[in-house]
DNA sequence: ATGCCTGAATTGGTCAGGCCAGTTGACCAG
DNA sequence: CTGGTCAACTGGCCTGACCAATTCAGGCAT
């Protein structure tokens, strides 16, 4: 149907094969795969362009490249396509349960170590996001600054690292194009106040408040999500033309 | 004492120099950078070795290359600045805390949601890894499919793409210099029995238990590790061994 | 026979230079 | 002023080469 032309890009191509073919079991974890020269010959394409599609299946961890020695397949779970493929609906309900099970847990163990100045921390980020409500960019930042916040509160920065990263993967092509129409100030202002919901339990060390409110602050997120979107899904498949070529042209 | 020799590879440098300046707000969000050509002039490297840093980027979903026309920042991801120089061993204590808080999490869910057919996939998985415990490589494929499994009873592609993710920060250089140490068939073992465990709260179907035993297996893990390396430790790190981390003094 | 050591073969990592194709914007004919 | 053309970028891909790390077979001393 509406084939993306941007596949153009050989070593996508040339990842997305060897992608396959790990995924089919025709790659074994554990198995090594054949030198780049070989893989080259084999898919008749150059050296670089092999080596660039290892690298993309490499940041995906699909696969270990061990200098002097050979590329190993790590697993197969194709589940971490990068969104190439993925559907844009089921992929932001399963980011939004996601979410909720790991940010629960880290808001009730945040509740029991919450000190004044991470109270405090917490408050700047809902006061800013009050602030700028209208402006799409700068609220979604304060909103990941609120989420990354309560990670800090445990202290961990792997933690930290993660919801950051989670919260990020609400950011790829489909899922910002769906979400500009569905977010604005009404339902950022109706997330500002879960948002405060939360920040209270934990300042008041109500772990189960708090794990209560996060869930409650996710689900709603998923429900304003899945109504919004209701009535713009007739034909709003195709790619972005020209209505946004670049981030942050019309928004600031 | 020895340096870690830290044969990154060039192209992996060069991936996180545009990655902190990216973070670092040097190179806006919107912004153009300057040409392959131009950049591999900058940075004293060739020009292939800038395009793998930047397919990188592109995989990670911070730049955006539009062929023709050049390669624009699509976002800043702060949180990930911190990659490089991380303590080995507060990295080594935060990646167990953050992995109890969330795989007690899923574990918890997943004990509810379990069929047969999905503890039959644990069983594969604990035979398999019994059966290399003297494979150092092996064992840990083994070791990570079993987490990963757990999660994938959820059913939730995020999930497992995020507890393996957790699960390979620990395939650092400096983390794999000091697992060395003190992995080996015993603690294999154990943590095999650990996993049997888990394996059997959630077949069973209690989600108490299962988080329980879950807690339990990366407690003991951790209590492993900071008993294996306590001996090697006599003057490379002192202030590694007291842990716990300050709450809110989030480092600069 | 055993175990250590060496060196060649293999493999990934990097470089240099070049050509092609798509993008962009200025320039010129209408 | 409008429309179309063209040249200067820019990324995409290729060839060929050399370097560095790994691996393993074969030779040496024990």
Redesign the pocket.
């Known amino acids: 149907m509406f084939s993306p032309v941007e596949s153009?890009?050989?070593?996508r191509q040339v990842a997305d094969q060897i992608r396959l073919m790990i995924a089919s079991g025709e790659l074994a974890v554990g198995q090594r795969?054949p030198?780049?020269?070989d893989l080259a010959e084999q898919l008749s394409?150059?050296?670089?362009?092999v080596?660039?599609a290892l690298i993309v299946l490499e940041v995906e961890g699909l696969v270990n490249?061990?200098?002097?020695?050979?590329?190993y397949v790590v697993r197969q779970h194709a589940a971490t396509v990068t969104g190439a493929e993925r559907e844009p609906v089921e992929g932001a309900f399963e980011l939004l349960q996601a979410r909720a099970l790991i940010e629960c847990a880290i808001a009730e163990e945040a509740a029991g170590r919450a000190t004044p100045d991470d109270i405090a921390l917490l408050d700047e980020t809902l006061t800013r996001m009050g602030g700028v409500v209208n402006d799409a960019i700068a609220v979604l930042d304060a909103d990941r600054a609120f989420h990354t916040g309560i990670a800090a509160i445990v202290g961990n920065a792997t933690l930290i690292r993660v919801t950051g990263e989670i919260f990020d993967m609400r950011m790829t092509p489909y899922f910002a194009r769906l979400a500009s129409h569905f977010e604005g100030p009404t339902t950022w202002r109706s997330a500002l106040d879960e948002h405060r919901a939360i920040r209270d339990a934990i300042a008041a060390g109500d772990a189960a408040g708090a794990k209560a409110a996060m869930r409650a602050h996710l689900t709603m997120s998923q429900k304003r999500f899945s109504e919004s979107f209701g009535e713009e899904f007739s034909e709003e498949e195709e790619r972005g033309r020209d209505k946004r070529p670049a981030k942050g042209t019309t928004k600031t």
């Open positions: 153009r890009r050989l070593y795969l030198a780049e020269r394409v150059s050296r670089p362009t080596r660039e490249i061990r200098m002097g020695s050979g590329i």
